[in-house]
């Protein structure tokens, strides 16, 4: 069976700090790849996606970036942390085609984020 | 834009029926996702809709017209850990990109 794992589950960092997030999947090969984040009382963002290795599509312009060193590992990083990028961080990953030609997503436990 | 709209906040009562409706726009439309999120946790998948109709899975059952840009969540014999936000997520011709609302906060009270 497939699982998908974040770490780490919580993180406080200082405003300028960078930032690594990583996120692995196992049980599967080639799936897409994906970063949310989620404000508080608000939904899910997108903020990139990857369906192979070395490829990474943006979603939101930002002070965040995305990289797929391996085919099942999605790292999300920050050169320099802003207070606005606190949040819930969520990797998911889908089939390359879901069941029925859908591509239903699954997703990792998360990572809540606090910049102070 | 994709135009989800599904209520903000449901109350409902231990052991009713609660419905939640949702409209989404159709241009581009391939299917419809339901997800559940509890509160601090990461949504997990409840169903998916490609043709129109009522597909039910146990105590929840969503149903979809793809003519109208309309679906529901229909969840029966309600209890306390159904409390939760309910996220309607249509799938369009994005390459798999599924674009989250804020989804219906269900709060199910004694």
């Known amino acids: 069976s497939q699982t998908i794992h974040q770490w780490p589950a919580t993180l406080v960092q200082p405003v300028g700090s960078p930032l690594s997030l990583e996120c692995t999947v196992e049980?599967?090969?080639?799936?897409?790849l994906y970063w949310y984040r989620q404000a508080a009382g608000r939904g899910l963002q997108l903020l990139f996606y990857?369906?192979?290795?070395?490829?990474i599509s943006s979603e939101v312009p930002q002070n965040l970036s995305a990289s797929r060193p391996q085919d099942r590992q999605f790292i999300l990083s920050s050169k320099k942390l802003l207070l606005s990028d606190s949040g819930f961080y969520l990797c998911?990953?889908?089939?390359?085609?879901?069941?029925?030609?859908?591509?239903?997503?699954?997703f990792g436990p998360g990572t809540r984020l606090t910049v102070l | 834009g994709q135009n989800i709209d599904q209520p903000t906040e449901m109350t409902a009562t231990e052991g009713a029926i609660v419905q939640i409706n949702c409209t989404y726009q159709?241009?581009?439309?391939?299917?419809l996702f339901w997800y559940q999120q509890h509160a601090g946790e990461a949504p997990t998948f409840l169903s998916y809709?490609?043709?129109?109709g009522l597909e039910e899975k146990g105590r929840f059952s969503s149903f979809l017209s793809r003519s109208k840009g309309y679906s529901y969540l229909l969840l029966k014999e309600l209890q306390m850990k159904d409390s939760a936000s309910y996220l309607c997520?249509?799938?369009?011709?994005?390459?798999?990109?599924?674009?989250f609302g804020q989804g219906t906060e269900l709060s199910v009270k004694p």
């Open positions: 159709t241009s581009g439309f391939n299917g």
């Open positions: 990857s369906v192979g290795i070395g490829q």
């Open positions: 049980g599967t090969s080639n799936p897409n």
């Open positions: 997520v249509p799938l369009y011709n994005q390459g798999g990109k599924l674009i």
């Open positions: 998911a990953w889908s089939p390359l085609k879901g069941t029925r030609g859908g591509s239903e997503q699954f």
């Open positions: 809709n490609v043709l129109d």
